[in-house]
């Protein structure tokens, strides 16, 4: 398992970070974790194409995590596979649907690519099995729509994506013993932001849960500084890092 931060920013792009994706290569496969704006341009600086994309989950369908799902629909529409076989499954919360249909009565020709359409599915919580990995889907605890994944591969590996997320039981379960939590970090313990993660927070989650590494993203301007990471209390044997655009973890 490989992965590659794409955007490691809050909801507002900075020059140092992108908007929320990411890119995880699992098995014979490479899919998207959402899509903010800028993420195909950041995937495509880092050697990739479109076309090299199976699918695509959605951890829920805010801006800073969806803008760029047009521009992918609309480039895979005037290109053509350089790789793979032009097949692309979108995944995501029921509201998925609403959207892509809302896109398709707006933009229609532009962005369906007759020869090679991309699919959608909506997921709910539980188990599915995919040929490269298996995947665990939870309740996130952040906007109606919010779902987590946790992925694990054929060797046993696994990586849990929360998205933006608060604390809760659904988050301590999913994140149980993994091998990597990339999540979220962008909220102080001082002026505490509903629905994000703060220092006390994520010290709770990782006291109970022990991921072995902790990837913090969706940095905001305040918890990107030294001083709010490091006042995350970090057990033995678990290992906290700060992501990055472009960084990447091999797991
Ligand atoms: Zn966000
Ligand atoms: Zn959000």
């Known amino acids: 398992m490989k992965l590659t931060v794409l955007g490691s920013g809050y909801f507002i792009p900075t020059e140092k970070r992108n908007n929320s994706g990411y890119l995880l290569e699992i098995g014979s ?11 195909l341009r950041q995937l495509i600086k880092c050697g990739n194409s479109i076309w090299d994309i199976s699918k695509i989950f959605y951890s829920h369908l805010h801006i800073d995590h969806l803008a760029d799902l047009l521009p992918v629909l609309f480039t895979r529409k005037y290109s053509q596979p350089d790789n793979g076989n032009g097949e692309l499954l979108l995944l995501g919360h029921d509201y ?6 809302g896109f398709e009565d707006l933009f229609g020709k532009w962005i369906i690519n007759e020869q090679y359409p991309y699919q959608y599915r909506c997921l709910k919580p ?6 490269s990995f298996s995947l665990s889907v939870y309740n996130g605890k952040h906007a109606d729509q919010s779902l987590m994944y946790r992925f694990e591969d054929s060797s046993g590996k696994t990586l849990l994506y929360t998205g933006d997320t608060d604390l ?9 013993g993994v091998d990597i939590l990339l999540t ?12 994000h993660l703060s220092p006390s927070k994520i010290s709770h989650l990782l006291d109970k849960c022990r991921p072995k590494v902790t990837i913090l993203s969706h940095l905001s301007p305040e918890t990107e500084k030294g001083t709010l990471i490091d006042s995350i209390n970090v057990p033995s044997n678990c290992v906290v890092e700060p992501a990055e655009d472009f960084k990447v973890w091999n797991i």
């Open 29 to 39: 496969e490479s899919v998207l974790l959402d899509t903010g704006s800028g993420t």
């Open 96 to 101: 998925l649907e609403k959207v892509i249909s």
């Open 126 to 131: 539980g188990k599915y099995n995919y040929d």
């Open 168 to 176: 809760s039981d659904d988050l301590l379960e999913a994140a149980d």
């Open 184 to 195: 979220e970090f962008s909220s102080s313990d001082e002026e505490p932001v509903p629905g």
